[in-house]
């Protein structure tokens, strides 16, 4: 399959879902969201940048591609050199 430039500099949640039902060769959003198991309005809000793309969906995605979680950060624009934990999140590691 044909994947984007990972040299994205701009965080676009939508070539992240295109190249999602690309790689599963799907229709739609609706069909997208039946394969990482969650709602229409989830998809809708990512792409809307309403909701955050965050670790459990990059991991359910990855899951369901095959494509490396870095790849799919790097295909959405995330270029960040860490992910940092929620609030709350490192008091539940301790």
């Known amino acids: 399959m044909n994947r984007p430039n990972l040299q994205v500099k701009i965080y676009d949640a939508n070539r992240l ?32 940048m309403r909701l955050p793309i965050d670790a459990p969906m990059l ?16 295909i959405v624009g995330d270029r960040r050199h860490k992910l940092r934990y929620s609030d709350g999140a490192e008091e539940a590691l301790d």
Do not use: C, K, Y
């Not at 879902?17 to 229409?40: G, H, I, K, M, Q």
């Not at 991991?59 to 790097?74: F, K, N, S």
């Open 59 to 74: 991991i359910w995605m990855q899951v369901v591609t095959g494509i490396a979680i870095d790849e799919l950060r790097q």
């Open 17 to 48: 879902f295109d190249s999602l039902l690309n790689e599963l060769r799907l229709e739609n959003d609706t069909l997208l969201s039946n394969a990482l198991n969650v709602t229409p309005s989830v998809i809708h809000d990512m792409r809307m």
